[in-house]
């Protein structure tokens, strides 16, 4: 089975600041079509996760080009830039290419 | 607009049963496998089942911790997915979300296992 391993476990940052969130797999992500299936999930208060970027680096409609996805292979980062009070929450990677597993999260809180 | 809704969630005695249902629209069911996903109170997600799609002859796939206790199914015509989860225990009370692995996520129901 596929383990992410995702730090830091939290996160106090102050408006403005940037912040990164690492991911890291026990195997390899890139799948037999060549595609790697590494996704980033904010789940904010009391709400469902919403996805922030797929394939690595790609950011769904309507995320703010703050949020930055990078890496290849085994090795992934979540960079946001500029962090503003909506950004708080929970962030999660997660990879599809073997399954679903979750990394463990990282609360991201505002000073 | 894609919709996602979950049902069926609810108190349940140890050793009870449950089915989870979860009505799909919006976006083209028959084209993507589809998961269920849990979260425990206080806690981070848990893949929990994966059911894939017709081109992949409804394959499913389950997380070893429930395997045996959990079954996934799908109606293609209904848009909908099920999860029937069985032998129920105190440490499977979790909110489950039905989603499409990452892009689509329902609200989720809580199911609830105590005496």
């Known amino acids: 089975d596929v383990v992410m391993t995702q730090t830091p476990p939290s996160l106090s940052v102050a408006i403005g600041q940037s912040v990164s969130i690492s991911c890291k797999s026990s195997q390899s992500l890139v799948a037999s079509d060549k595609n790697t299936y590494l996704n980033w999930l904010l789940q904010s208060p009391g709400r469902s996760p919403k996805r922030l970027i797929y394939?690595?680096?790609k950011l769904d409609s309507g995320v703010p080009d703050r949020f930055s996805g990078s890496g290849s292979e085994k090795d992934f980062t979540l960079k946001i830039s500029r962090v503003e009070a909506e950004d708080l929450g929970v962030y999660y990677c997660?990879?599809?290419?073997?399954?679903?597993?979750f990394g463990s999260g990282t609360k991201l809180e505002i000073k | 607009e894609v919709q996602i809704l979950e049902t069926g969630g609810g108190l349940v005695k140890p050793g009870g049963s449950l089915r989870l249902s979860c009505a799909t629209s919006g976006f083209n069911f028959n084209d993507y496998f589809m998961n269920w996903v849990r979260q425990a109170p206080g806690k981070g997600l848990e893949w929990v089942a994966q059911?894939?799609?017709?081109?992949?002859?409804?394959?499913?796939y389950y997380a070893e911790s429930l395997e045996g206790r959990v079954t996934i199914s799908r109606d293609d015509s209904k848009s909908s997915v099920y999860l029937q989860v069985s032998s129920l225990r105190a440490e499977d009370t979790a909110i489950y979300y039905c989603?499409?692995?990452?892009?689509?996520w329902g609200q989720g129901t809580l199911v609830t296992v105590s005496s």
């Open positions: 059911i894939r799609n017709k081109n992949y002859n409804y394959a499913t």
């Open positions: 394939q690595v680096s």
């Open positions: 989603t499409t692995g990452s892009a689509y």
């Open positions: 997660l990879q599809g290419t073997h399954l679903l597993t």
